[in-house]
Nanobody
Framework: QVQLVESGGGLVQAGDSLRLSCAAS????????MGWFRQAPGKEREFVAA????????YYADSVKGRFTISRDNAKNTVYLQMNSLKPEDTAIYYC??????????????????WGQGTQVTVSS
């Protein structure tokens, strides 16, 4: 079992930056691929970014590529999402997800078994 707790959300203006954190429980954090997803009101949950257990591989949705950066610190059992040049359309609840996986980086919500409760990000224009 892995428990995930997100933090770092808030209300910002367009063009600002935020860094989300996701702290994970457990002693095998590096065995888990980690992902960030988001869900805006009235929309389905969508993939944002993911990172392999080692941190050497990352993958991004086209909508955030070049603006968001996913990283992890396995010594701290934490994954981060640095969000720059935020836009109003980035407004959503952001969820952290984990999946035990040796190879590959899952990019679909159905591929993740563990989820955090989410943190709200609101970007005003």
């Amino acid at each position: 079992q892995v428990q995930l707790v997100e933090s770092g959300g808030g209300l910002v203006q367009a063009g600002d930056s935020l860094r989300l954190s996701c702290a994970a429980s457990g002693r095998t954090f590096s065995s888990y691929a980690m992902g960030w997803f988001r869900q805006a009101p009235g929309k389905e949950r969508e993939f944002v970014a993911a990172i392999s257990g080692s941190g050497r591989s990352t993958y991004y949705a086209d909508s955030v590529k070049g603006r968001f950066t996913i990283s992890r610190d396995n010594a701290k059992n934490t994954v981060y999402l640095q969000m720059n040049s935020l836009k109003p359309e980035d407004t959503a609840i952001y969820y952290c997800a984990a999946e035990r996986r040796q190879f590959g980086i899952p990019a679909q919500a159905k591929d993740y078994n563990y989820w955090g409760q989410g943190t709200q990000v609101t970007v005003s224009s």
